[in-house]
């Protein structure tokens, strides 16, 4: 599961749908690996608006990575700046979680990752 994808997630908890605190997930006990995907600026220029960029901050942080600055870079910005480029492409198109857990900050439910692939299905109680 690539870090871009875990930067879309949210408990799918009913009772969390209407607390903040359901997202981000937050990874734990996670196993990164690393693929080399070749860097592609405009797909990256066009993402940029879709990332919530403070659960990004939180993320990159709980994963060990160094911190992002505090705002998101411009389109312009990005676009001239070729080590931030490669620094978001390796973050979030070469960076995947093999294994470990997502967890919810608002209830707590842990979502297993095995093989790069999140369970997301809920036992009965919680659905």
Not at 87 to 113: F, I, P, Q, R
Request: aromatic share 4%; net charge negative.
């Amino acid at each position: 599961m690539k870090v871009l994808t875990i930067n879309f997630l949210t408990c799918a908890v009913k009772a969390c749908k209407s607390s903040s605190n359901c997202y981000p997930l937050h990874p734990k006990d996670a196993e990164l690996v690393q693929d080399e995907i070749d860097l592609n600026p405009d797909m990256l220029v066009n993402v940029l608006p879709r990332l919530d960029w403070a659960a990004l901050k939180t993320t990159t942080s709980e994963l060990g990575f160094p911190a992002l600055p505090d705002q998101p870079p411009t389109a312009e910005e990005l676009k001239a700046d070729e080590k931030m480029l490669k620094d978001l492409n390796h973050l979030l198109l070469e960076t995947s979680m093999s294994e470990g857990k997502l967890v919810c900050g608002n209830c707590g439910h842990e979502y297993a990752v095995k093989e790069g692939i999140a369970n997301f299905l809920l036992p009965s109680h919680l659905v």
